[in-house]
């Protein structure tokens, strides 16, 4: 089954800038609404700081020299979220069975508060039931070892510091396989596999130092708003020194317009907002190969006429010549492509991308900013390639003010990579963790996320063990994972709220409460700190300060080692108990198998900012088989070759599922997305206004929507609400997790297997909802308030 539950939209253009007054007025009312005013605010003090906690939400860098209140709206709405004092203990699992809890949506789920007792699965009764960590240990073990290591999944959602996550792959190698999917595997795993390839290095380049120097910005698909927003104060000091910002989106994000600081007295009492985005194209779903296409061409059009008419070049021959390799191919492209053919794949006309091409040639210092609209494509890794290409047209890779950066989602996923959380042992130090820990790292690589649904809709992923995350809601192909999830002989998820993959506990379903990272972890009464890596590689180190939700909760790090104790023969070499009581032996050993990296950890970690990871690309040493940053020439510019084989079909749309301004992805704070300007309500799908009256449809039908590939796979959500929108035609927009359901789990990267999200032909359908559905149609006062 696939929960939706359909509720009318209240749609009125959000006139206003981001941040602002609705910003103030959203944290003040989520704190309200979770209870959270006894901690939160003086928590908010702490948020980002030297002697504080990390934001539990995005990984945007934080820098060294933080503001008085150094947080946003969504990490303010984050920290409250997680400091709530409303609790879901063993008393609320008493009286709801898990069968009912399925009819609940994530919204309700998760605001019943904090998790505060370890609880087991009871299939006898259906519900759960508190039990001692200790017996929970014993037994967890007990069931993992009747397993075959390679039939149990270790999933990291990428919120894990860097001490947990490196004894999570420890803990999952000792035991014997190398399945070890993170989030990555659906967010920016086209950044590793593309960058890599390019550049090599997995990871971005640009730091925010680089922000201070830049004369250019180009944004594509990252919606800085909602999902990145302390970034809106480096770009409007950007856009102060008249940066020019260039963004590449199909629809108009408020956040990409205009931002009036709520931080700034000035700027909340006066009329002014800075406008951000310069020039704003509403690029086409899945047309960014073609229109970054189109700037390359309009780009060695002027270099051409250039150096015809013997003025300065335009590309940066010298830099091209000594440093890259494989333009040819990539001139050979854009000279292939008419104008019309990249106007039409793109959906912008030649002028626009000229525009982009006229600035991007006048600027010495061009970063591009990128997210999930191009990462989440059948051709994820091809778009991040076309933005290095792009780049290196003018040596804009390994120069400060310039670079490639990925936003990455969560504020330890580019961490938990580094210090060794992937499927591929030829990624790890093996010789290393092998002569220091006395295990074996198995040779063959292990499942990520795509591989391990698989495996779990054959029957052959038996156990399946979660350090924090909502799974089986994040990955695609709802309606056949949800099913298939039941078969799993051992569940267990470590989680700090009820989510919808804990209500599919199969034969042994266990939760595991642990401490957020606001909270205060005292193991054996000594406080301990942790450090993580941010989306720019800065590492750094930080405390919980606030009073842990539940005596009853263990860190991370403390259930990672018990079970670890509770499973492992005790052959290895692993000190898991003296890494428990003290996470600087952790670090040490975090160092010792990656010294580049860590070495002096403990004291470079509390540098201001953090300190920053070494990367090759960065000092223009391009560690690639060949030596040289490669161009690499797109294998063509459709979008989707699903939909290429049936271009006749023009009842076909795309759609790209969203988050809105009140999740932070599974976790739905409410049901209002500001600043596109829906109220109440989740259930609408936003739709040209040509496309609606084409299809015989007005704005507040309801519809069903229905994947239009593999057609003998039933995949629909719905109903939906209409809300005519500034979107391409041909184009549409809903939310995720809702539409995880039409999203088949094929249907990924070529490569990277990122769930191609941002892509699924759909076909629509009108319904009338039925009274049942309108039972939940009106949402109730906390939802909207
Ligand atoms: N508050 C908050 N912060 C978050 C998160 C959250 O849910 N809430 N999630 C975190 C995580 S894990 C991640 S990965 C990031 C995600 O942050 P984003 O990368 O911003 O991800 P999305 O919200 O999915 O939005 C992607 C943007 O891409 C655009 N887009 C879609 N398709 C295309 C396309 O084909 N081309 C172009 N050019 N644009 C396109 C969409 O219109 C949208 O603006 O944010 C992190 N931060
Ligand atoms: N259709 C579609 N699907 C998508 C996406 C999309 O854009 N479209 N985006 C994808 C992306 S980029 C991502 S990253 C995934 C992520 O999707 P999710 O798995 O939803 O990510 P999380 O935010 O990690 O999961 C939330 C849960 O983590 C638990 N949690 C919170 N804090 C902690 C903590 O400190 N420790 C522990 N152990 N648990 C904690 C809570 O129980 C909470 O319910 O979704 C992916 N799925
Ligand atoms: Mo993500």
């Known amino acids: 089954m696939n929960i939706i539950h359909p509720q009318a939209a209240r749609y009125r253009p959000y006139a206003d800038a981001s941040g602002g007054w609705g910003s103030a007025f959203s944290v003040m009312n989520i704190l309200w609404r979770q209870q959270a005013l006894a901690q939160a ?375 938990q990579r580094t210090v060794g959380i992937t499927e591929d042992p030829a990624k790890v130090p093996k010789d290393k963790l092998e002569a220091l820990f006395g295990i074996q790292v198995p040779p063959h690589k292990g499942l990520a996320t795509v591989d391990a649904c698989k495996g779990i809709l054959d029957g052959s992923v038996k156990g399946f063990i979660g350090l924090g995350g909502n799974f089986l809601r994040a990955v695609p192909d709802t309606s056949r994972m949800e099913p298939a999830w039941e078969g799993l002989s051992l569940n267990v998820q470590v989680a700090t709220k009820l989510n919808r993959t804990h209500l599919f506990p199969g034969s042994n379903g266990w939760l595991l409460p642990c401490l957020g990272r606001i909270e205060s972890d005292r193991q054996d009464g000594v406080e301990q700190v942790y450090s993580t890596e941010d989306s720019t590689g800065c590492v750094r180190a930080w405390k919980g300060t606030s009073t842990p939700a539940s005596e009853h909760l263990r860190a991370e790090v403390a259930i990672i080692a018990a079970l670890a104790q509770a499973t492992l023969s005790g052959a290895e070499r692993v000190p898991w108990e003296a890494w428990r009581r003290d996470y600087a032996l952790i670090r040490a050993a975090i160092a010792e198998v990656y010294p580049q990296i860590f070495h002096d950890m403990e004291t470079r970690m509390w540098e201001p900012g953090g300190f920053h990871r070494p990367l090759g690309a960065y000092e223009r040493k391009w560690t690639t088989p060949s030596g040289k940053a490669q161009f690499v020439a797109p294998q063509g510019l459709d979008e989707d070759d699903d939909v290429a084989t049936s271009p006749s079909r023009r009842d076909v749309l795309q759609l790209m599922t969203l988050r809105s301004n009140d999740q932070f992805n599974t976790t739905v704070y409410g049901y209002n997305d500001r600043f596109r300007g829906v109220q109440g309500t989740r259930t609408v799908i936003f739709l040209n206004r040509s496309d609606i009256v084409r299809f015989g449809l007005a704005a507040g039908d309801w519809v069903t929507v229905r994947t239009a590939i593999e057609p003998e796979v039933l995949r629909e959500v719905g109903p939906l609400q209409i809300i005519a929108y500034d979107i391409p035609a041909g184009c549409a927009a809903a939310y995720y997790p809702e539409c995880n359901a039409l999203v088949p789990l094929w249907h990924h990267a070529e490569r990277s297997k990122v769930p191609a999200a941002k892509s699924v032909p759909v076909t629509l359908r009108k319904v009338q909802p039925g009274p049942a559905d309108l039972e939940h149609a009106l949402p109730t006062k906390d939802q909207v308030a």
């Open 41 to 415: 605010p003086l928590a908010l003090f702490k948020q980002n700081k030297p002697d504080g906690f990390a934001c539990v939400s995005c990984a945007w860098a934080k820098p060294g020299n933080p503001h008085a209140l150094e947080f946003c709206e969504n990490g303010a709405k984050a920290t409250a979220w997680e400091l709530t004092s409303k609790k879901t203990g063993p008393d609320f699992f008493a009286q709801h069975p898990v069968s009912e809890l399925r009819n609940w949506s994530d919204y309700d789920l998760e605001r019943h508060g904090r998790l505060t007792h370890p609880l087991r699965f009871d299939a006898a009764s259906g519900h759960y039931q508190a039990v001692e960590w200790e017996q929970a240990y014993r037994e967890i073990g007990a069931q993992l070892r009747t397993l075959a290591p390679d039939s149990v999944v270790f999933y990291a959602s990428g919120r894990a510091s860097l001490e947990a996550s490196f004894m999570w792959q420890l803990f999952a190698r000792a035991f014997g396989t190398n399945n070890l999917p993170d989030s990555s595997n659906m967010c920016h795993e086209s950044t590793s596999v593309g960058l890599q390839e390019s550049i090599g290095v997995p990871v971005g380049t640009v730091t925010l130092a680089d922000f201070e120097h830049t004369d250019c910005i180009f944004f594509f698909g990252q919606n800085v708003g909602s999902n990145s927003p302390r970034m809106l104060h480096p770009l409007q000091e950007a856009r102060k020194r008249q940066v020019p910002i260039i963004t590449f989106n199909p629809i108009r994000e408020r956040g990409l317009e205009r931002f009036v600081n709520p931080q700034s007295p000035t700027e909340m009492l006066g009329p002014e907002s800075t406008i951000i985005s310069t020039q704003y194209h509403q690029v086409k779903i899945g047309g960014d190969t073609a229109a970054v296409m189109g700037i390359i061409k309009a780009l060695l059009a002027m270099d051409r006429e250039a150096s015809a008419q013997g003025r300065a070049a335009v590309l940066d021959h010298a830099f091209i010549a000594q440093h890259t390799e494989g333009l040819d191919s990539v001139v050979a492209e854009a000279d292939g492509h008419e104008w019309a053919q990249l106007e039409r794949r793109s959906g912008l006309d030649r002028g626009a991308m000229e525009a982009a091409a006229t600035v991007y040639a006048r600027s010495d210092k061009v970063m591009i900013v990128y997210g999930m609209g191009m990462t989440q494509h059948r051709h994820g890794v091809q778009n991040v390639q076309m933005l290095v290409n792009l780049l290196l047209l003018r040596g804009n890779i390994g120069k400060v003010g310039a670079g490639i950066c990925p936003v990455r989602g969560h504020s330890n996923v580019q961490g």
